[in-house]
């Protein structure tokens, strides 16, 4: 049965709002929990899955005291904030699945070339690697001397790039995939922020606006 009274739109945006704020909560334990074991260094790394967590928890705040209290204006920030959030992450899970080796490698070099050095350590360590791309135009003579792998002892080290493309594309089909099912959950708080928010509450005050 299609979902059309005022409390089964409420209860649904409540609950959506409700599994927003979990996934967020979830984001930031996460990223806390990696940082704590020692298994991510970077701050920069740590400080963006907390943001995205922190930002993701703040909206669907909004949302749920929006849809609790029938905000208007709430309501009408919600949407359009969710609304561009939806439109970012349907691009983003679209190139994901999209994407081919060549830019897996041009995407690789790219944000290698970015990280610290402490960073490249920490991924060297873990992948028993050393160095990006032997062909690719980053430093890998240097990235190699500094190279703390279990296997530079034994003189017999892959490419850190080539065990990262062995899982890039599986690991970007299940990005894009998962972050394709959210964007669809984004239009469908939209949809139901727009539908709650043009129906009337049968308890207000006919006359009161918000």
């Given at each position: 049965m299609v979902c059309g009274g005022f409390t089964c739109s409420k209860n649904a945006l409540c609950s959506l709002n409700v599994v927003y704020m979990l996934v967020g909560l979830l984001l930031i334990g996460v990223a806390a929990w990696g940082k704590g074991f020692g298994l991510v260094s970077s701050i920069h790394i740590i400080g963006g899955v907390i943001a995205v967590g922190f930002f993701l928890l703040l909206i669907a705040i909004v949302g749920l005291i929006g849809a609790i209290h029938?905000?208007?204006v709430m309501l009408f920030f919600y949407m359009v904030i969710l609304f561009i959030v939806f439109l970012f992450q349907f691009g983003v899970s679209c190139s994901c699945?999209?994407?081919n080796r060549g830019q897996q490698e041009a995407l690789l070099s790219s944000a290698w070339s970015i990280l610290q050095n402490k960073t490249r350590m920490d991924l060297e360590t873990q992948l028993n690697c050393c160095?990006?791309?032997k062909n690719s135009s980053t430093s890998f003579d240097a990235d190699y001397a500094s190279c703390p792998a279990f296997c530079k002892k034994e003189n017999d080290c892959a490419t850190c790039g080539g065990k990262m493309l062995n899982h890039a594309t599986?690991?970007?089909k299940i990005l894009g995939g998962v972050g394709l099912f959210f964007s669809f959950t984004e239009i469908l708080g939209v949809w139901l922020a727009v539908r709650y928010r043009n129906?009337?509450?049968?308890?207000?005050?006919p006359s009161a606006f918000l």
């Open positions: 029938h905000h208007q699945l999209a994407m160095g990006l791309f599986e690991a970007l129906q009337k509450d049968p308890r207000a005050n």
